[in-house]
C-alpha cells in the first residue's frame, strides 16, 4: 500500500514521488480520468496566474520578494506539502528540485518564483495585509473566483490519483 505522505524531511517525500511517478506515473496519465482532470487543473492554474498578473498582484509579490526581503515563502512552508502534491506536480510534468534556491526559503521557491504547478492551497489562497490594502475587494474578486476554481480542481484530482493509488496497491 502507498501511504499519503511519508513521515519526515521534504527530500524523504521527495524520493517517495519519484518511486511512485516512476511505478505508476504513466498508468496515471492514461487514465481517462485523471488526465481529463489534469488537463482541467492545467486550465485553471493558467487562469489563476493570468488574473493575477491581470490583477497587480503578481507584480506586487515579486517586488516584495526581490526587493523587500519577501516573507510568504519562508523556509519550512514546504512542510505543508505532501507526497500526493508533489506527485500531481511530477505527472504535470514539473520536475521537482533536489535543493533548495535559498536556505531562509521555501524549497520550492526558484529566481522566478515557485517552482511548482499545484501548489499548496494556502500558496494559492493566501494575500497579505499589503495586497488587502492595497486592492479594493472589487478588484481581488476575480482572482478569488479562479483561485477557487483551481482549488477545487486540485482536491479532485487528488482524491482521484489517491483512490487509485490505493486501488493498484491493495490489491
Known sequence: MIPASPLGPIEAKIAWVRACNDRFGERLLNDIRVSAQIETLKAATE??????????????????????????????????????????????????????????????????????????VICINYVCKKITDAFSPSRLEKLREREGEEIQTLFRLNESIKALLTKWTSG
Do not use: Q
Open 47 to 120: 487562469a489563476s496566474f493570468k488574473e493575477m498578473t491581470r490583477s497587480g498582484v503578481r507584480e506586487m509579490c515579486r517586488r516584495c520578494e526581490t526587493e523587500e526581503g519577501g516573507s510568504c515563502c519562508g523556509a519550512g512552508l514546504e512542510n505543508r506539502y505532501d507526497g500526493w502534491l508533489l506527485l500531481i506536480n511530477a505527472l504535470l510534468g514539473v520536475t521537482i528540485p533536489a535543493e533548495r534556491w535559498r536556505k531562509d526559503a521555501c524549497f520550492f521557491l526558484g529566481e522566478t518564483g515557485c517552482r511548482l504547478r499545484a501548489r499548496h
